[in-house]
């Protein structure tokens, strides 16, 4: 099993439509989760970060299943500028930043 | 501006010719390190370094040189690039004691190896 699982997609979605992306993750012992968001060509950027409860940031949910070991992102209201790759990552135990380990990416293509 | 600087950002080179990529950062980050970003594997961790004259291999070490004699800098050598090697590099930086997690990118550098 790898260790950050994402479904590459793409996912082709309407404006306004509501997507969901899920990661897993294969060790239990991880500490840390993230979603970065990847332009064509560009850097990867920080998302948000993942809470044990749950967080929202405006249009963007993120959950964490640690008993199932993954993630979702949830994304409402989609925008065309939204289209971009959605990166999971997770921080291994050991707490180093050296632990970050990215998923391959699920791509989100927004249509009007 | 607080950022994360790679040069040079697009190099066309051939086999064996050796090349650096400079990378610097303005944040006094601990934290950095060097990812190769290829089509259907996405990022791999090459090497890092959490401090000055500390570094340790990521995933795919091999055919790659770091060297970390000051903080804001962390060069990646290619002592001899084979066509392998061509990708796209990323270099990162964090604050050990900021958000974990988030990483800087500077903006890549596009290395193709003939």
């Known amino acids: 099993r790898k260790e950050v699982e994402q479904d590459p997609g793409p996912f082709n979605v309407p404006e306004g439509a509501t997507v969901a992306f899920n990661c897993t993750y294969s060790?239990?012992?991880?500490?840390?989760f993230f979603w970065y968001r990847q332009d064509c060509r560009k850097e990867p950027k920080l998302l948000m970060s993942?809470?044990?409860s749950g967080n929202e940031d405006g249009r963007f949910t993120a959950q964490l299943n640690r008993a199932s070991q993954y993630i979702s992102l949830l994304i409402r209201d989609s925008k065309l500028s939204d289209s971009a790759t959605y990166l999971c990552?997770?921080?291994?135990?050991?707490?180093?930043?050296?632990?970050?380990?990215f998923g391959k990416g699920t791509k989100l293509s927004v249509k009007p | 501006e607080a950022q994360v600087t790679q040069n040079p950002r697009y190099l066309i080179t051939v086999t064996g010719k050796k090349l650096t990529v400079t990378c610097s950062q303005n944040?006094?980050?601990?934290?950095m390190s060097w990812y190769r970003q290829d089509p259907g594997l996405g990022l791999r961790q090459i090497y890092y370094?959490?401090?000055?004259?500390?570094?340790d291999k990521g995933d795919v070490p091999e055919g790659y040189k770091v060297s970390r004699k000051e903080k804001r800098n962390f060069p990646l050598i290619l002592e001899s690039p084979s066509p392998n090697q061509t990708s796209l590099y990323f270099c990162?930086?964090?604050?050990?004691?900021?958000?974990?997690?988030?990483?800087?990118f500077g903006e890549g550098s596009r290395l193709t190896v003939l």
């Open positions: 993942v809470y044990s």
């Open positions: 060790n239990s012992a991880s500490q840390s």
């Open positions: 944040m006094n980050h601990e934290y």
């Open positions: 370094s959490m401090n000055v004259e500390v570094t």
């Open positions: 990552v997770v921080r291994g135990y050991g707490g180093s930043q050296g632990n970050l380990i």
């Open positions: 990162a930086s964090s604050s050990a004691g900021g958000r974990a997690g988030e990483l800087f």
